[in-house]
């Protein structure tokens, strides 16, 4: 299984960048896809997710209204589209990837429910 991230670069506060994660040797159309973030110093968190099944999607507070998570299942891709960045923003981004059959918040926001993960793509927001 390998998760390949990219998109990531330096952009000022208030701008935009896609973030990409290309997946080979997996399922993928039934894998819930799921970014995460690691700031420096701090623990990595759950971002967004979008449940394989019901396409539903899932998003922590800190992110809600202005990224959006989506998914092309012919190209094996997950996208995060992150608008409005901010300089809290900055960390590495890793996407991952499980069959979750729970269709919860608290199942695509966990870390132990994934058992694939990218490299990280580093992000930084300037002030």
């Known amino acids: 299984v390998q998760l390949q991230a990219s998109g990531g670069g330096l952009v000022q506060a208030g701008g935009s960048l896609r973030l990409s994660c290309a997946a080979s040797?997996?399922?993928?159309?039934?894998?819930?896809m799921a970014w995460f973030r690691q700031a420096p110093g701090k623990e990595r968190e759950f971002g967004a997710a979008?449940?394989?099944?019901?396409?539903?999607?899932f998003y922590a507070d800190s992110v809600k209204g202005r990224f959006t998570i989506s998914r092309d299942n012919a190209k094996k891709t997950v996208y995060l589209q992150m608008n409005s960045l901010e300089p809290e923003d900055t960390a590495v981004y890793y996407c991952?990837?499980?069959?979750?059959?729970?269709?919860?918040?608290?199942?695509?926001?966990?870390?132990?429910?994934?058992?694939?993960w990218g490299q990280g793509t580093l992000v930084t927001v300037s002030s």
């Open positions: 991952a990837a499980a069959v979750i059959n729970s269709g919860s918040y608290y199942s695509a926001a966990r870390m132990s429910s994934y058992n694939s």
């Open positions: 040797g997996v399922t993928f159309s039934r894998s819930t």
């Open positions: 979008i449940n394989w099944r019901s396409g539903s999607t």
